[in-house]
């Protein structure tokens, strides 16, 4: 067990990616604390499988753009778990997709709060109570490559998610190590809404790999991050699409 006697937050974790990473943290030993805004029927699904599994899991509906939300969630898993020494900022989306000359400043705000904000914000509360272990944000491939159309503003707020690992590695260090992962074309709901069938196809036509990626590829490199296995990485961005971009 790679976490065993561990506790971890996951944001976002009611579906898709957090949700995988959740249960996958979980199969490895750790207490963990699932927030979710919306996905109640997905948050409360994955704490029935872990805890089937013999884990410990709770989950809390939370808006991470609201500092009471954020400190009511760290202080629930002290409460339940006893301490934090894993989090895992996956909180984020890109909301609509809109181009610079079409887009209202209360939309750029939005994406900059839900991606951006929120890892800041939860980070902040964590570090309260989190002596040493592991923080692993999700950025995305758009940090990168500016995105695809209409994504401007979600791909520069995955491009602050990527320089505040940076940042953060560098202040949290050597008690807390920071890195993120920069995924790319990964089967969820996220691509389900914002990208054109036609496009995913053609991605898996291009890709060395051939397939889009999964959950739990996502989840296995988290995984990775957050445990001493990784020991001596932080301050990483990890490429994670199959192949379509090299850094």
Known sequence: ????????IVTGA??????????K?????????????????GAD????????????????QGDLNKEADVKALVANTVEAFGSVDVLVNNAG?????????????????????LNVTSTFLMTQACLAVMKSGAIVNLASQAGRDGGGPGAVAYATAKGAVM????????EL?????????????????FHNIHTPDAGRRGFEANAPLKRQGHV?????????????????????NVDLNGGMLFS
């Not at 260090?173 to 709901?189: E, F, K, Q, S």
């Not at 739990?216 to 301050?235: H, I, P, R, Y």
Request: proline fraction near 3%; include cysteine; charged fraction near 20%.
């Open 163 to 170: 320089t505040m690992t940076r940042g953060l590695a560098k």
């Open 25 to 41: 943290l979980a199969s490895e030993g750790a207490n963990v604390a699932i927030n979710y805004f919306s996905s109640s029927e």
């Open 93 to 113: 989306g890109l909301i609509a997709r809109k181009t610079i000359a079409e887009m209202p400043v209360e939309h750029w705000n939005a994406v900059m709060s």
């Open 14 to 23: 009611g579906r898709d990616i957090g949700a995988a990473v959740a249960t």
């Open 45 to 60: 699904a994955t704490v029935a499988a872990i805890k089937a599994a013999g884990g410990n899991a709770f989950a809390m």
């Open 173 to 189: 260090g050597p008690d807390i190590r920071v890195n993120a992962l920069c995924p790319g074309m990964i089967d969820t709901d």
């Open 1 to 8: 067990m790679k976490l065993a006697g561990k506790t971890a």
């Open 216 to 236: 739990d590829d996502a989840a296995n490199l988290v995984l990775f991050l957050a445990c001493d296995d990784s020991a001596f990485v932080t301050g990483t």
